[in-house]
Each structure stands twice: as C-alpha cells, then as structure tokens.
C-alpha cells in the first residue's frame, strides 16, 4: 500500500482500484447525476471548492464523478495516529495545520504546501471543502481564507505559471441518508485565479477577500441557497410541494437537474416577494405551515397530495400486483437481511445525522459483496453444484434489487392508499390541503 507522502501527487494503481470500487457502490447508494464536468478545462492547474453539508459523503461525491485521483485537503486532527496517517496518505489526504493543532506544528504545512505545489504542477487537481466543517442545511456558509491562500501561494511560487483554476462545485441531496437517494453534483464556472494576482502582490487581504467573494457567488450558483434561517423549514416545504408540481404542469422534464433549476427559480421568486410585498409573504408563509400542519395531522406526506386526481379503482390495480409479487420481495428480503441489519446497526448510535450515510455505504460496501460469498459458499457445500450456485448468488443480487423497487413501489402505494381515505373520511382536510396547494402555486408561479 503506497503510504508515502512524498509520492501522494502520482498515479497509484492501488487507489485506482479502490476508487473503482467505491465510485460503483457509491453510485449504488446515491442516484448520481453530473453536470459541467465537460466545461473543466483540464490543461490547467486546478482547485475544486465544494459546499460541505453531508460529512465523508461530500469528498467522495466529488471523487466519483469522474476517472481522476484528486489530492484533498483535511484538517490535521484526523492524523492522530501512525495508522490513521497511513490510510489517510494513501485515500490521498494531505493534512492542513491549524493554530489550535500546536504553534509549533505549524511549520509542518511547509512540507504540505510543497506537495499541493507538485500536485497542482502535473495537473492531477487538489479538492478542498473551504467552509471548514459540515452543516446539514441548503445554503452555503462563510468559506475559510485557507483556499485563497493556498491558491495564491502556489501561483505566486511558481511566479504565476501555474495558471490556476477554482472550480465551484454545488452538491444537492434530496435527502442527506436515505439509500437511493437523488444527488446532483454540478461543475460551476472556472475562476482563473491569475487576474487577482497583482492584487494579491499589493494587499493580500483585499485579494483573499476579492477571491472569496466571487467564489462563494460560483459556488452558490450551483447548489440549492436558502438564505432565510428564520423560514428555512417553509422553503423546504414549498420545495416539496411547489416544485414537483411546478415540473407536472409545465410539462418539464423530471431529471434532477431539471428540480434543482426549478427549485433556484422557486426561491428566488419567494424571495423577491419577501422583499417586495412582506404581507404576502407573511400569507405565504402562514399557508405553508398550515399545510405542514395537515399533512401531519393526516399522517400524508408531500408526495401523496399531488396525486389530487387519484382514483380508488387505480389501487384496485396496484395492490394485486403487490400481493402476487410478495414472494419475490420475502426471497430478496430474507436473503439480505444479514447485510442490512448489520449496515444499519453500524449507524444507529451516530448522534450527527450527516454521517449516517457515510457509515452506512463504508460499511454496506463491504459487508454486502463479503455476505454473497460466504452465502454462496455455503450453498454449494450443501448443494455440491457449482453451476445452481452461481445462479443463487445472482439471485441474491436480484433479490436485493426485486426487494428494494418492492418496498418502494408497497410505500408509494400507501401513501395513496392515506389520500385516497383521507378523501372519504377527511373530506373537509382534503379539501383544505388541495385549497392551500393550489393557493400557493398561484401566488409562486407567476414570479418564475
């Protein structure tokens, strides 16, 4: 395992392979779409500046994006033991020290910087998350002065031949944990850093300041930005309720990039009104609560109110399909019950939400492919047929797949099952949670 820091800049065959593995299970666990990465310009030094809401999921967001083997930038406290450094040297982490982390050791990003220097030199790219630590909320907070200085630097050693570029990348989780969830990861605009270097020359503050500014605008360009703490709930409501039938009506596309333009769209008009009429806002606001407030009352959830036009003989179809079906989900279920235990017991005692996900893949991609073997393994020492045991281990496969889309489609099914009662026992809630949607749409829509 190449663990020596002096080599961390060149291609290894042994990361290569473990981020291969990774990158398909990551893909796996999240439904991954990229966008931008064909604007890259790769013939240049480069620096990719992520927002940092989900934990370990970020960093490797950004790594299973493309063929590449990135250099990060993590805080040195992670480097605690000899073993630690080790790993963490050859994942290609590089330590940043810190005030905090002993006076004394800050000498030590001397070697450090040396390295970014080599790294960015062969153009094989540094990644870095400048706001410092994760917050599991859609906005972009106050980015850390550490990726101008290291950018300006680097270009100033070389005596601006670098040509640097920052790349502002927007990670948007439709959900930080659960399995499948959607990830759009965008590429945003390329900073040429070299038109600040002057500046930076002349008054390093003012050029750090400058840098920032235009890199925190790049990045917010590219992610989901809800500004307002105070009604940071509302707008995550409106993007539950609002979006998805902003999408119906229009006639949009459902792709996920798709969401998150309607969802950049949706906010900024929210905002506009905000500013311009406070009273109406204040309305809005007032329906927005009012509808959560239903919704949990009828135990619904967003998705279930926009199928306003569902019918009862539409489940009458649903659930013999789910019924003559079952078997197959037991089967998956059954055989898989091993590994999904034990991945989710790995992250039930984790008290910070944003790192359920990254304990739950780190541990999924391992105890999963280690169960099919043992599995298979066992049946063909009972079976003493190799040719049905390689049918059964991709049955186990299948399995998995079969049970997972059952489970979802079953859920789906409910939930419209709840509407559907809900509409002839709770005729008058129905009513009034159909009066609020539409009362917010017309109030949202016209603004986008």
């Known amino acids: 395992m190449p663990t020596d820091r002096e080599r961390i800049e060149q291609w290894s065959l042994g990361y290569h392979l473990l981020k291969s593995y990774h990158d398909f299970f990551f893909k796996i666990y999240f439904n991954t779409t990229v966008v931008g990465i064909k604007d890259i310009p790769f013939d240049k030094s480069l620096i990719f500046a992520a927002n940092h809401q989900n934990s370990l999921i970020d960093a490797l967001a950004v790594l299973s994006a493309r063929r590449w083997q990135l250099v990060y930038l993590a805080r040195a406290d992670v480097f605690k033991t000899s073993t630690l450094r080790k790993i963490l ?6 330590p940043v020290y810190r005030i905090r982390d002993g006076y004394q050791n800050l000498q030590l990003n001397d070697d450090v910087f040396r390295k970014t220097l080599d790294v ?21 907070r106050p980015l850390k002065k550490g990726i101008a200085r290291i950018a300006f630097q680097a270009e100033d050693a070389c005596e601006g031949k670098l040509n640097i570029h920052i790349i502002p990348v927007g990670l948007n989780y439709s959900n930080y944990v659960n399995f499948r969830s959607k990830m759009l990861i965008r590429f945003g605009k390329p900073i040429d850093i070299s038109k600040y270097l002057d500046l930076y020359r002349q ?6 300041n400058a840098l920032i500014e235009e890199l925190e605008v790049g990045m917010k360009a590219e992610m989901i930005q ?8 509302e707008y995550e409501m409106l993007r539950e309720i609002f979006t998805p039938a902003y999408i119906k009506a229009k006639k949009l596309p459902k792709h996920q990039n798709s969401r998150f333009e309607v969802d950049k769209k949706m906010i900024a008009a929210v905002d506009k009104i905000k500013t311009n009429s406070p009273g109406q806002f204040q309305s809005l606001m007032d329906e927005v609560r009012s509808c959560s407030k239903l919704i949990s009352e009828t135990g619904l959830s967003s998705n279930s109110i926009q199928a306003k ?13 789910l019924l003559i079906t079952l078997p197959l989900f037991v089967y998956g279920f059954v055989n898989n019950i091993i590994p999904i235990a034990v991945t989710k017991k790995a992250s039930n ?4 939400v944003q790192f359920i996900s990254s304990i739950r893949l780190v541990v999924g991609m391992f105890i999963f492919p280690i169960m099919f073997i043992i599995q298979t393994l066992v049946f063909w020492a009972i079976s003493g047929n190799g040719i049905y045991s390689l049918y059964y281990l991709l049955s186990l496969i ?4 079969i049970a997972y889309h059952w489970r979802k489609y079953a859920l789906k099914s409910f939930e419209d099952i709840k509407w559907v009662i809900c509409k002839f026992r709770n005729t008058e809630k129905a009513e009034k949670l159909i009066q609020l949607n539409n009362s917010i749409y017309n109030t949202i829509s ?3």
Do not use: C
């Open 349 to 352: 005692k984790i008290k910070d």
């Open 120 to 140: 960015l030199r062969i153009h094989r790219g540094i990644g870095i998350l400048p706001e410092g630590n994760h917050f599991g909320q859609r906005r972009l």
């Open 203 to 208: 008054n390093t503050a003012l050029a750090y």
């Open 398 to 401: 299948l399995g998995a797949i």
């Open 309 to 321: 036009g569902l019918k009862l003989w539409g489940l009458l179809i649903k659930l013999p399909v």
């Open 446 to 448: 016209p603004s986008i």
């Open 226 to 233: 809800i500004d307002d703490e105070a009604y940071y709930d």
């Open 89 to 94: 040297t050859f994942l290609k982490i590089l």
